[in-house]
């Protein structure tokens, strides 16, 4: 199993940026993939997660309205759009897959080291 997220970088606050997770090594689409996030001294969080079928999605409150989750099955990727960036989104965002509708990090089985995100005020 190998997830990699790609797309992260510097943004000032307000501006935009899309990440992607490319997944490979197992059936991509009997899988929920979400998003993930851990700014420095905070446990990680729940950001975004896409249900395997029917593309049901879940969005933290902090994020609705600001991102949206996407999944391209044939491609076997996930992307995260991030609109209207706040410096309070500055975090390693990471991907990962579970074989459950959950949005606990501890449900999830297998993660990508993550890309860092950092938005400028």
């Known amino acids: 199993v190998q997830l990699v997220e790609s797309g992260g970088g510097l943004v000032q606050a307000g501006g935009s940026l899309r990440l992607s997770c490319a997944a490979s090594?197992?059936?991509?689409?009997?899988?929920?993939i979400g998003w993930f996030r851990q700014a420095p001294g905070k446990e990680r969080e729940g950001v975004s997660c896409i249900h395997s079928s029917d593309d049901g999605t879940y969005y933290e409150d902090s994020v609705k309205g600001r991102f949206i989750i996407s999944r391209d099955n044939a491609k076997t990727a996930v992307y995260l759009q991030m609109n209207n960036l706040t410096p309070d989104d500055t975090a390693v965002y990471y991907c990962a897959q579970s074989n459950m509708w959950s949005n606990r990090a501890s449900d999830y089985l297998s993660w990508g080291p993550g890309t860092q995100v950092t938005v400028s005020s």
């Open positions: 090594g197992f059936t991509f689409d009997d899988y929920t």
